[in-house]
C-alpha cells in the first residue's frame, strides 16, 4: 500500500520561501502522476501544481505561475514544490497526492477525485 508524506511547511514572512517535499513508503512514487493542493478552512482544496509520472510535463494554477516550481527525482524518490514570492493568499494545509498512472494528469491534474493516494498535510502560513 503505497503511503505518502509531506514535510516542509512552516511560517514565513511575505517574500520569501519555502520547499515541500513529498515521498512515499510502501511503494515507489516513479509510476504516479503528482499533485500538490492546498485547502483553507471554509473553502474547497485547491489544486496548485502537478507533474506526470516521468516528470516531463508540470502545470500551475494562474496564481502561481512564475512563483512555484514542481520536480521531481525518481533515484530520491521525491517529488518538491518549491515556492517562492509568498503572498498571504498562499497561506494553507498543503497536500501531495498520487494519483495510479498518468491518467490524472492529463484528465484534468486539479481533480481531487482522481488521486488516490494522500498525505497528511503541512501548514504553510505566509504572514507579516
Known amino acids: 500500500q503505497l503511503q505518502v508524506v509531506e514535510s516542509g511547511g512552516g511560517s514565513v514572512q511575505p517574500g520569501g520561501s519555502l520547499t515541500l517535499s513529498c515521498t512515499s513508503s510502501?511503494?515507489?512514487?516513479?509510476?504516479?502522476?503528482i499533485a500538490w493542493f492546498r485547502q483553507v478552512p471554509g473553502k474547497e482544496r485547491e489544486g496548485v501544481s502537478c507533474i506526470n509520472a516521468p516528470g516531463g510535463s508540470t502545470e500551475y494554477v494562474d496564481s502561481v505561475k512564475g512563483r512555484f516550481t514542481v520536480s521531481r527525482d525518481h533515484v530520491k524518490n521525491m517529488v518538491w514544490l518549491q515556492m517562492n514570492s509568498l503572498k498571504p493568499d498562499d497561506t494553507g494545509v498543503y497536500y501531495c497526492?498520487?494519483?495510479?498512472?498518468?491518467?490524472?494528469?492529463?484528465?484534468?491534474?486539479?481533480?481531487?477525485?482522481?488521486?488516490?493516494?494522500w498525505g497528511q498535510g503541512t501548514q504553510v502560513t505566509v504572514s507579516a
Open positions: 497526492a498520487a494519483a495510479e498512472g498518468d491518467y490524472a494528469h492529463y484528465a484534468g491534474c486539479y481533480r481531487p477525485d482522481l488521486y488516490n493516494y
Open positions: 510502501g511503494r515507489p512514487l516513479e509510476y504516479h502522476a
